[in-house]
């Protein structure tokens, strides 16, 4: 008897790898990558923080001015259809700066406003600047 192995994971199709593309922020560029996206059948996963949800502002980088807007809530289920919506931090919070009960009220109250918005469940989540220690994980 051949013993199932566990440690093989299987993609849609019987696929065996897998390209991820990630993208953070929930940024109003997003609509212009998106649509291209879409229009090439890729996927891609969307870390959103969504308490910045219809944040308009700009920064200066780099001498240049940037549109750091994000994109309005109601467009969230419909921007990102057929994507996956991750949590990326309630404001987009340095995790390892507020502490864990913070920290936890930052991710929990993040994907049940998301999971509300977009009408799934939100299984992926990013670190705020990839900052993270064990206490936080």
């Known amino acids: 008897m051949i013993k199932p192995r566990i440690d093989t994971m299987m993609f849609p199709e019987g696929k ?3 390209l991820t593309l990630s993208y953070d922020d929930g940024v109003v560029q997003d609509r212009k990558l998106v649509s291209l996206m879409n229009s090439y ?4 996963t ?3 923080g969504s308490g910045l949800l219809g944040y308009h502002d700009s920064a200066r980088m780099d001498g240049k001015t940037v549109d750091v807007s994000k994109v309005e809530p109601e467009e969230v289920k419909t921007l990102y259809a057929g994507h996956e919506v ?3 931090g309630l404001y987009h919070s340095s995790l390892t700066n507020i502490g864990a009960p913070a920290a936890m ?3 929990i109250e993040d994907r049940k406003r998301l999971e509300a ?4 469940c939100v299984r992926g989540f990013a670190y705020p600047f990839g900052l993270y220690n064990d ?3």
Not at 41 to 44: A, D, E, Q, R
Not at 117 to 120: E, K, N, Q, R, V
């Open 16 to 18: 065996i790898k897998a």
């Open 41 to 44: 059948s890729v996927k891609g």
């Open 46 to 48: 969307f870390n959103i």
């Open 86 to 88: 991750a949590g990326h």
């Open 105 to 107: 009220y930052e991710i």
């Open 117 to 120: 918005l977009t009408g799934d």
């Open 135 to 137: 206490n936080i994980k």
